[in-house]
C-alpha cells in the first residue's frame, strides 16, 4: 500500500491542488471510514478511488496541456504592477503590465512597431516563465525606468463589446456585400436590353453555340457533334473545383425543346452579348460565382461555361423558368385561387394530367403568394377541408400538404363552374379584406376538360369592370368544342387560355401564366431585384455531376427582370428573361466577426417571411447513406430554432426590419443534440438596406460579453505566427484573399504577413483582429517549447498514452503538438476539416473549446467525441479553458487540452478503483468483484469506462435505467426538455390511388382497355414514356422520411451534489448504489450493487419522441399565419396592357370575337 501512494505523490507532485487533494485524503482517511461505513458499499472506499482517480487523471491533463503554464503567465501579464491601484481596474479595462508593447523612448528594452528583434531562445536550465518573461520584455534586459509604473499603458484589457454597434457594423458589411452583387446584375440587365433592342429577329437564321450538354462530345468518326465544338475546360477550385472556361458561357435548352427552335436561336444570338458582360463582373468582383440568364423562351445561359450531364434516362430536369428566382423576379406576389373539375368527364388520364397541372402552377408559386385548391362537380370541395374559405402561403409545407390531397381525388358527378367561381371570387376578396396574403396580383387559376357557356353574369357580379382577378383556364384533352368559351373567359379577364393534351405539355403550357402576370411590371419597365430566400439547387448540381463531402451548399439568388425596350411592343409587355447571380451563404458567413461573438454567440439572418437565411442551428441536410435536402428546408422559420421566445418577439421585431435589442435565457444543444448548455442571450438586431433581409447577433452573458485585448510587436507577432505548430481558422476572414485574382494563392498567414509588412496595400484585412491573433501567437509561443520538451524527455509518456496536445484561442488560433508520430494516432480526424464539431468553423468555436468554458474554472472537461458517421470510440478528450481571473466579468481567452488514449485513460481509472483502505491490503469491496459493476460517465450522463466495451459512449440509462431514474428523482441529475421543429421521422409510404393503379399489374390491363379509345385521341409515345417515368419516380419506397416535431430530453448534472448514496426496490430486492464525483472533472465515478436484479425496470433514454398534433390543433397549425413584411413593389396590373394577347391554342370564332371586343375596349379605356 505504501508503494501505491509514493507513485500517486509523484504523479501529483506538479500539481499544488493534487498535493492538497491528497494530504486530505492521508488525514481523513480512517474518520471517513469509520463515519461513511454503511451495509453495502462503503461511500468511503469509493470516494477513496474517486480521489485517487482525479487526482491523478488531472495531474497528466494539465501536465501534458501546459493549462497551468499559459495561465500562470496571462496572470503575469495581465495582473497590476507594482505601484499601480488595483482597485482602478473597471468592467471595460483592465490596466495591465506594460511589458508587452512599450512605445515609451526612454524605456530602451520596449519593442517599436515594426521593429526590435525576436529575443533569443531558451538558455539552459533557465525556466519556461522566465524565458517567456524576457521575449515580452525584448532582448534588452536591463532595470525597469523609473516612468514605468507611474503611468501603466493600457495594452492589455478587457472591454465590454457593444452589441448595438457590432451588429450595425455587420449589416453596413453585409450590405455592401449585396450591393456589389446587385450592381453586377444590373449591368447583365443593361447589356441584354441593349443587345435585344438592336437584334432583328430571323425566322431562318443560324447560328452554331455551345451547347452546356454538347461541348466536347464526338461522334463515331471522332468528329466534333453538332452545337458540341471543342470548349476549353480548366479546374478551378472557386467553382467546386469544376472545370470551367472562364472567357465564355454555355446555354443550356431543356430536354423537351429543339436545341436548334428559331425562337431559341435567336435569344442565343442576341443574348452572346453577355459574354463580355460576364468575364467584366467577375474581374471587377472576384468573389462572384455563377453568373446566368435564363430566357423566357426556356434557354438558360450560364457563365462561366461549364460541361452539363444527363441523369441516367439521358434527361435534364432544369428548366431556368419554374426556379424560384426566375418567378420571383418576373411576376409581382400573387394570391391564387385554383379550380379543379372533378366531375364524371375527368375520369382517367384527364384527371391524371390535371393533377400534374395543379402540381406544376404549385411549382410556380413561392414564398410571397398565397393560394388554396377547390374541387368542383355538383358540389365545392375544399382539397384541405380545414382551409374552407382562406388561404395559405405557398410554402414547401404547405405545398406539399396539399400535393398529397391531390391524390385523393376522384371524378364523378357533373361540374358546375358557376359556383366555383363564384366561391373563388369571394375568397379573394374576403382574404384581401382581411389584410393578410399578398395584397396584390389576383388569379384564378382553372383546370376543367371545357364549359358550357362563358359565365359572363359571375364576371360581371365580381370582376367587371376593375378586372382585378385575372383568370388562367387549362382546357385538359384535345376536344376543343368548349374552348372558345374558355378562352373568352381569358380575354375578358386579362388572363391567358391554354390546352394542355398530353402530360408532356403540362410545363410549357403552365408557365405562360407568368408572362402575362409580368406585363404590369414590364411595361412600368421597373426592375425590381429580388433576393430568394436560402436554398440549394440540386438539379443544377446534379447536371454539373458536383461531388462535394458536405454535400451541396446553401445559397441565396439576386436576380432581377430583363424587359423588350422595342417601342412597337410596349404595349405587349415583353419579358425577355431573368438575370441572376448566386450569393453562397457561406461568404455572407466570413463577414462574419467570430473572434467578438465569443465563446457561444453567433450571428443570424431572416427573410421578410421570417425564414431562416443563415443560422448555426439551420440543419438543411441529414444523413441517409448521403447528404441529402430536407423536404421543408427552406422554409424553416426563427420561431422554430430561438423556440424559447414564445411570443415570437425577436422573430416579429426583425421581420418588421426594426433595429433593437431582446433577451431571454436560452437552452443551446451541442454535439449533435446530446448535450445541452444553459445561458442567458441578449440579441441584437437590425435591417440590410437593400434587401429584404434583417441581421441579428447573439451575446452569451456572463464571459461571452468581453473581450481581451493585447499588443506585441509586428515583427515578434510575425515570427511566432509563422511556427509550424500554428493554424488559423480556415473558415475565418483574417484578410479577404479573394477579392483580388492575385491574391487567391495566399494563405492566411501569408497574407497577414504581407500586409502587416505593407508588401500588400491592397489587401482588404480585420487589422484588430490580425493584432490579437498575433498577440495570442507571442503569449501561447512557449507552449511549443514546453511540449518539444516533453516530447523528447524518454521518461515522460513511455506508454504512448498521451496522443495530442492542443491549444485554441478566442481569434481562432491553433497549437497542436504530437506525443506519437502521426500514422500511430488513434482517431486521425481530430483538429481536421473532417471534424467539424472539433474546428473553429464560421458559425462555432470547437466544441471542446465551448464545453469547458462552463466549467467551473480550473476543472478538466473529459469526453468521447463522436463522429458523423461511426462513433469513434477508441479516444478521450479533455479541456479545459483559460482565464484572466477569477471573476464573472474575465474573458476566457483560450482553452487547452490533450487527446488520451481510451484504453490509457480507462487503465488509470482501474488501477484507482484497487486502491483500498485496509493496512493488510486485502479490499473488501473491488471493481473486480462480480457483485458490483463500476461505471464512469460525464456530467451529460454518457459512459466513458465500464466492464462492458459495447457500453462505452451510450447513455447511462440505457444501460442502468433504474439508476438512472432514481438518480433524477433524487435531483443529481436533471431531465431537460428540448424540441426539434426540424426533425424528420420515418413514415411507412402507402401508395396513392393513382399510383397503385398504374403500378398493379391486373389494373393496368383494365385501365387500357376501359381507355383504349382516350389514349388513342389523346396520347402519344412521348407522353406514354413520360407517364412510365412518373410512375416509378412516385413508386414509393416502403418508408420514407416525412418532417415531423419531435422532443427528446437531454441531462445535466446537478453541479451542488457531489457524492449521493441510494436503494433501489426491485422486485424482491433492493439494489444499492454511490455516485461520487471526480475532483476537478466534469465526471462522477458510479458504482452498483449486482446482487438485485433490477431488469425490469425500463431504461431511460434519449429518443425523441415525435409530437402528434390533433385534428383541430393541426387546422389551427395550417391556419396560424404568422407576421411577415410583404415585399415593398407590386405590379398587379396596367392601363395601357394588351388583353387580346390572351391565347394561342385556338381561334376565337367571329361571333365570340365580335362580342368580347366592346367588353375590351370599354373596360380598357377604364
Known amino acids: 500500500m505504501p508503494g501505491k501512494w509514493r507513485i500517486l505523490v509523484s504523479h501529483t507532485c506538479c500539481s499544488s491542488s493534487s498535493s492538497f487533494l491528497l494530504l486530505w485524503i492521508l488525514v481523513g482517511l480512517n474518520v471517513v471510514e469509520v463515519a461513511g461505513s454503511q451495509q453495502g458499499i462503503p461511500l468511503s472506499v469509493v470516494k477513496l478511488w474517486a480521489s485517487a482517480f482525479g487526482g491523478e487523471i488531472k495531474s497528466i491533463s494539465a501536465k501534458y496541456s501546459g493549462s497551468q503554464l499559459l495561465q500562470k503567465e496571462l496572470w503575469a501579464i495581465t495582473a497590476p504592477r507594482p505601484g499601480t491601484n488595483s482597485s482602478s481596474e473597471t468592467s471595460s479595462s483592465v490596466k495591465g503590465s506594460s511589458r508587452i508593447n512599450q512605445k515609451n523612448a526612454a524605456c530602451p528594452g520596449g519593442w517599436e512597431e515594426g521593429g526590435g528583434t525576436r529575443a533569443s531562445g531558451r538558455k539552459h536550465g533557465e525556466s519556461i516563465q522566465t524565458a517567456f518573461r524576457k521575449r515580452l520584455m525584448g532582448p534588452n534586459l536591463g532595470p525597469p525606468c523609473p516612468e514605468k509604473y507611474k503611468e501603466p499603458e493600457k495594452s492589455v484589457r478587457v472591454e465590454e463589446i457593444d452589441g448595438v454597434k457590432l451588429v450595425k457594423n455587420l449589416a453596413v458589411k453585409m450590405e455592401e456585400m449585396f450591393l456589389r452583387k446587385a450592381e453586377a446584375t444590373r449591368r447583365l440587365v443593361e447589356a441584354a436590353e441593349e443587345a435585344h433592342h438592336q437584334h432583328e429577329e430571323k425566322p431562318d437564321l443560324q447560328y452554331e453555340y455551345f451547347n452546356a450538354v454538347l461541348i466536347n462530345e464526338v461522334d463515331e468518326e471522332g468528329n466534333n457533334v453538332d452545337l458540341g465544338g471543342e470548349f476549353l475546360l480548366e479546374p478551378n477550385d472557386h467553382f467546386n473545383n469544376l472545370s470551367v472556361n472562364l472567357s465564355l458561357s454555355v446555354v443550356q435548352v431543356p430536354t423537351n425543346m429543339y436545341n436548334k427552335d428559331p425562337d431559341i436561336v435567336n435569344g442565343v444570338y442576341w443574348s452572346e452579348a453577355l459574354n463580355k458582360v460576364f468575364v467584366d463582373n467577375f474581374e471587377r468582383d472576384p468573389t462572384l460565382i455563377w453568373q446566368y440568364f435564363g430566357s423566357a423562351k426556356g434557354f438558360f445561359r450560364q457563365y462561366p461555361g461549364v460541361k452539363w450531364h444527363p441523369d441516367e434516362h439521358g434527361v435534364i430536369g432544369f428548366d431556368c423558368r419554374n426556379r424560384k428566382w426566375y418567378i420571383q423576379a418576373a411576376t409581382s406576389p400573387k394570391d391564387v385561387v385554383i379550380l379543379v373539375d372533378v366531375s364524371g368527364s375527368m375520369k382517367g388520364l384527364r384527371l391524371t394530367i390535371a393533377r400534374q397541372t395543379v402540381s406544376s402552377i404549385l411549382d410556380t408559386l413561392g414564398d410571397d403568394d398565397f393560394f388554396n385548391i377547390i374541387a368542383y362537380n355538383q358540389e365545392i370541395h375544399y382539397v384541405e377541408p380545414c382551409l374552407n374559405g382562406t388561404l395559405v402561403r405557398a410554402d414547401r409545407t404547405n405545398k406539399d400538404h396539399f400535393r398529397e390531397h391531390l391524390d385523393k381525388l376522384f371524378a364523378k358527378g357533373i361540374g358546375l363552374l358557376g359556383d366555383a367561381l363564384a366561391e373563388a371570387f369571394t375568397i379573394l376578396n374576403d382574404f384581401n379584406q382581411t389584410g393578410h396574403g399578398s395584397l396584390c396580383s389576383q388569379a384564378i387559376m382553372l383546370v376543367t376538360d371545357g364549359a358550357t357557356e362563358m359565365y359572363d353574369d359571375v364576371f360581371e357580379k365580381y370582376n367587371w369592370p376593375e378586372r382585378k382577378v385575372r383568370i388562367f383556364p387549362y382546357l385538359i384533352g384535345r376536344e376543343s368544342a368548349f374552348a372558345d368559351n374558355l378562352k373568352w373567359m381569358a380575354c375578358a379577364n386579362k388572363g391567358y387560355f391554354s390546352q394542355i393534351s398530353t402530360l408532356a405539355d403540362v410545363q410549357e403550357n403552365v408557365m405562360r401564366y407568368l408572362h402575362v402576370m409580368s406585363r404590369p411590371k414590364v411595361i412600368d419597365h421597373e426592375h425590381d431585384t429580388v433576393w430568394t430566400e436560402a436554398y440549394v439547387d440540386s438539379a443544377l448540381s446534379q447536371a454539373h455531376k458536383l461531388k462535394s463531402k458536405a454535400g451541396p451548399s446553401l445559397m441565396t439568388t439576386v ?389 462492458e466495451s459495447s457500453q462505452t459512449g451510450l447513455f447511462f440509462g440505457e444501460v442502468e435505467g433504474a439508476v438512472m431514474s432514481k438518480l433524477l428523482q433524487m435531483g443529481s441529475f436533471k431531465r431537460i426538455t428540448l424540441y426539434d421543429y426540424q426533425a424528420l421521422c420515418r413514415e411507412y409510404a402507402r401508395s396513392s390511388d393513382s399510383a397503385r393503379t398504374l403500378s398493379d399489374p391486373f389494373t393496368v390491363v383494365k385501365w387500357l382497355l376501359t381507355e383504349l379509345v382516350i389514349f388513342l385521341l389523346e396520347f402519344n409515345l412521348y407522353s406514354w414514356w413520360n407517364v412510365d417515368l412518373s410512375v416509378k419516380a412516385q413508386r414509393p419506397r416502403r418508408t420514407t422520411m416525412v418532417p415531423c416535431d419531435t422532443e427528446y430530453p437531454a441531462f445535466v448534472s446537478e453541479r451542488t451534489i457531489k457524492e449521493t448514496t441510494g436503494n433501489i426496490e426491485c422486485d424482491d430486492c433492493v439494489r444499492s448504489f454511490v455516485i461520487q464525483q471526480i475532483p476537478s472533472s466534469n465526471l462522477f465515478m458510479v458504482v452498483v450493487d449486482n446482487k438485485c436484479d433490477c431488469s425490469s425496470s425500463l431504461p431511460v433514454t434519449m429518443d425523441p419522441i415525435e409530437i402528434m398534433y390533433i385534428e383541430t390543433l393541426k387546422c389551427d397549425r395550417l391556419k396560424f399565419q404568422k407576421d411577415r413584411k410583404k415585399p415593398e413593389s407590386c405590379h398587379p396590373f396596367h392601363p395601357e396592357e394588351n388583353a387580346m394577347e390572351c391565347g394561342s391554342a385556338t381561334r376565337l370564332s367571329s361571333p365570340l370575337t365580335a362580342a368580347l371586343l366592346p367588353l375590351i375596349a370599354a373596360t380598357v379605356s377604364r
Not at 722 to 739: I, K, R, S
Open 559 to 947: 436576380a432581377m427582370p430583363v424587359f423588350s425596350t422595342k417601342n412597337e411592343t410596349k404595349n405587349q409587355g415583353i419579358l425577355l428573361g431573368v438575370v441572376g447571380t448566386d450569393i453562397p451563404l457561406q461568404e455572407l458567413m466570413k463577414l462574419i466577426p467570430k473572434h467578438m461573438l465569443g465563446i457561444h454567440g453567433y450571428a443570424f439572418a431572416v427573410t421578410n417571411n421570417g425564414y431562416i437565411l443563415t443560422h448555426p442551428d439551420l440543419r438543411p441536410l441529414y444523413q441517409d447513406g448521403q447528404k441529402r435536402r430536407k423536404p421543408n428546408y427552406s422554409s424553416v422559420d426563427l420561431s422554430e430554432v430561438e423556440w424559447e421566445d414564445k411570443d415570437d418577439i425577436l422573430r416579429n421585431a426583425m421581420v418588421k426590419r426594426r433595429t433593437g435589442t431582446f433577451s431571454m435565457e436560452v437552452k443551446k444543444t451541442v454535439d449533435r443534440g446530446r448535450r445541452v448548455l444553459k445561458m442567458h442571450n441578449d440579441y441584437y438586431y437590425t435591417d440590410i438596406k437593400g434587401t429584404p433581409f434583417s441581421v441579428g447577433v447573439a451575446l452569451s452573458r456572463g464571459h461571452g460579453k468581453y473581450f481581451f485585448r493585447g499588443n506585441v510587436s509586428v515583427e515578434a507577432g510575425l515570427r511566432d505566427l509563422e511556427q509550424p505548430d500554428v493554424a488559423l481558422a480556415d473558415e475565418w476572414t483574417y484578410c479577404n484573399t479573394e477579392e483580388q485574382h492575385e491574391h487567391r494563392h495566399l494563405t492566411q498567414i501569408q497574407a497577414i504577413k504581407l500586409f502587416m509588412t505593407g508588401r500588400r496595400p491592397h489587401l482588404k484585412c480585420d487589422r484588430e483582429l490580425i493584432q490579437e491573433v498575433m498577440f495570442d501567437a507571442v503569449v501561447t509561443a512557449p507552449l511549443e517549447a514546453y511540449w518539444t520538451g516533453l516530447a523528447l524527455n524518454k521518461s515522460e509518456n513511455s506508454d504512448k498514452g498521451v496522443e495530442i496536445a492542443f491549444l485554441g484561442t478566442r481569434t481562432g488560433l491553433t497549437r497542436t503538438n504530437l506525443f506519437v508520430p502521426a500514422d500511430h494516432l488513434s482517431n486521425r480526424d481530430f483538429l481536421t476539416a473532417e471534424d467539424k464539431e472539433g474546428v473553429f468553423n464560421a458559425d462555432h468555436f470547437p466544441l471542446w473549446y465551448k464545453r469547458a468554458a462552463e466549467q467551473v474554472p480550473g476543472t478538466f472537461l473529459y469526453s468521447i467525441p463522436f463522429s458523423t458517421a461511426l462513433e469513434n470510440k477508441s479516444v478521450v478528450l479533455a479541456s479545459t479553458a483559460i482565464q484572466l481571473m477569477d471573476d464573472k466579468k474575465s474573458p476566457i481567452v483560450a482553452a487547452v487540452g490533450i487527446q488520451m488514449k481510451l484504453e490509457f485513460f480507462q487503465r488509470k481509472f482501474w488501477t484507482a478503483c484497487r486502491q483500498c483502505t485496509a493496512l493488510d491490503g486485502k479490499c473488501s469491496i473491488s471493481c473486480d468483484n462480480a457483485d458490483i459493476n463500476c461505471y464512469l460517465i460525464d456530467n451529460n450522463g454518457f459512459i466513458l469506462v465500464t466492464e
